[in-house]
């Protein structure tokens, strides 16, 4: 039959650990378990003491006893049985069955031993030890209730032995109380003071376990920063390295587990310098430093030093970040770029007024003129302003935030009759000849999607592919295909090489780009456009025909066909 908690008993020293969680309570039972095993054992060695001296006793003929030395024998072998058998587990209470089998059978046999005594021995002092079983490993009540018993036990081994109200009875009476007073007091100081030792410990399961967690996630940290970081000693000798720093230093060929001096390595004499001189100056220092590699292109990095704090006479260590100067660069640039950006919103902005002026002023002018050559300057004029307008909004559509679109509110363009139409217009225009190749797979598939902006999307990702593709037959690709039951796949292809990781971070970001002629809004636009019609933009390394290349892809949403299809977009005169 189950018992429900008592809610009289109090806690036992161990559980302090209960409130925290699976692992304080597995941490409550390694330390139950560890100090059972402790008195288990001390219980098993005090047995062989009283079994060894009874022997003595009875084979010298002083004052042994044949039933004493078999009760101690047999105090033995249960404290053996106990030790190898019995394994209690702490269940929010304390369990009955195991605190029956080890203090009443100790208080019961010592009290046998002290009773049945014939000589000089005396076992009051055995006592103490399921006294401090019970203050230690159970609650308080035990504890105490242990302590009565034995007094109890105590007093009536007293009664029974006088004779009558003499001194000496008097004096043994006494003796027995003094004995119970100061059990009492072991109980109940014991206990205490095992409660305040499991708190500490406790205590310090947790601020353990609270600093391990700490220095797992300052690993995923380290480990996931791009700025290579490098532990260093005095000696110059590296201790430690994040996965950045092995790759800016060895690429792929970093010895794992193992330590490298720095100034044993070709070209790394600069880096162990600027760690000795960190040393010698005691303060941070920084430079620009060259790596050299033989399996590819050099590294230029930007290094810093930074020292930690010694411990005692022992020198503290050197930590060395690494930074690509090129994604240094970068970032700045980006943030120049941007500030520009912002700037030129706001010319932008003032720039629309005077172009449609203009634009009106070159319609009125066209309607006067009729010579051939008059017609083509309007022609020209009206060419280039429609340009600059469509440069205009780019660069406002960039500076404003654009609400997305619904489905029902883009009209419904057939996909592949659309990218065929594109892809001849932006074919007669750029005549990349035998490079382009149009595979469309998804003849009755619809996406809700602006005419114009599905041709500005095709055309800077065309104009992307061009720019890095190269001369072989089939360089360029775009490819429509079904992708699952709500989705249609768009994708450019190009041969060119894979983009550096410093590129790939801020691929789609406004004014970033790997070219110095470029403004960096054609991908950024790209997504705009996405975004407002429900798609997805990404960018993934991919093989076609057994050559490798890289692969801008765009998922659109289908779309119900309505009543009246939009036409494609008109092939360009």
Known sequence: MAHEPNSHFQPSWYSAFESAGTE??????????????????????????????????????????????????????????????????????????????????????????????????????????????????????????????????????????????????????VQTGLAGTGLFLVALLAHQLAIRLAREEALAASSQAAARAQARVNEVIIDNLSIGVLVVDLHGVVRNANPAAQHMLMGDRYPEGARLLLSARNGWEHLAALVSDTFAAGQPLETETTIEHDDRPSQRLLARTRLTASEGRRAGLCVLFLE????????????????????????????????????????????????????????????????????????????????SQSAGGAPVVP????????????????????????????????????????????????????????????????????SGAEHVRLSIWSDGPPLEATVLRHLFEPFFSSESRSSGLGLFICRELCQRYGAHIAYQRTQLDQREGNEFYVLLPLAAPPARHSRPPQQAA
């Open 24 to 173: 304080g309570r597995e941490q409550q039972q390694r330390a139950f378990d560890r100090l059972w095993r402790a008195f288990m054992g001390a219980r098993v060695l005090v047995a062989v003491v009283l079994a060894l001296l009874q022997v003595f006793l009875l084979v010298s003929g002083i004052s042994g006893s044949l039933p004493l030395t078999g009760l101690s024998g047999l105090y033995l072998v249960f404290t053996v049985l106990v030790l190898v058998f019995l394994r209690p587990r702490h269940q929010g209470r304390v369990p009955p069955l195991h605190w029956l089998m080890t203090i009443g059978v100790d208080v019961a046999t010592f009290a046998i031993m002290q009773s049945m005594q014939t000589g000089a021995v005396n076992y009051t002092p055995l006592f103490a030890l399921p006294v401090l079983l019970g203050a230690i490993l159970g609650p308080l009540t035990l504890a105490l209730g242990t302590a009565a018993s034995v007094t109890l036990v105590l007093l009536l081994d007293a009664w029974m032995a006088s004779n009558g109200l003499s001194s000496q009875d008097t004096t043994r009476f």
């Open 415 to 482: 996909l592949d009759a659309s990218v065929r139409v594109i892809t001849g217009e932006w074919n007669a225009q750029v005549q990349p000849g035998h490079r382009l190749g149009v595979h469309t797979h998804a003849p009755k598939v619809q996406v809700a999607f602006e005419p114009e902006h599905l041709r500005r999307l095709m055309v800077n990702l065309l104009d992307n592919a061009e720019r890095h593709a190269s001369a072989q037959p089939a360089s360029i690709r775009v490819i429509t295909q079904p």
């Open 324 to 403: 690509d100067l090129r994604e240094v660069e970068a970032r700045v640039r980006t943030e120049k770029l941007a500030s520009m950006g912002r700037m030129s919103a706001a010319v932008a902005h003032e720039i629309r007024n005077p172009l449609t002026a203009i634009t009106q002023a070159n319609a009125l002018l066209d309607e006067e003129v009729k010579e051939p050559a008059q017609k083509r300057l309007t022609g020209m004029i009206e060419q280039n302003a429609t340009r600059l307008s469509r440069i205009v909004d780019d660069i406002l559509n960039v500076a404003r935030v654009q609400p």
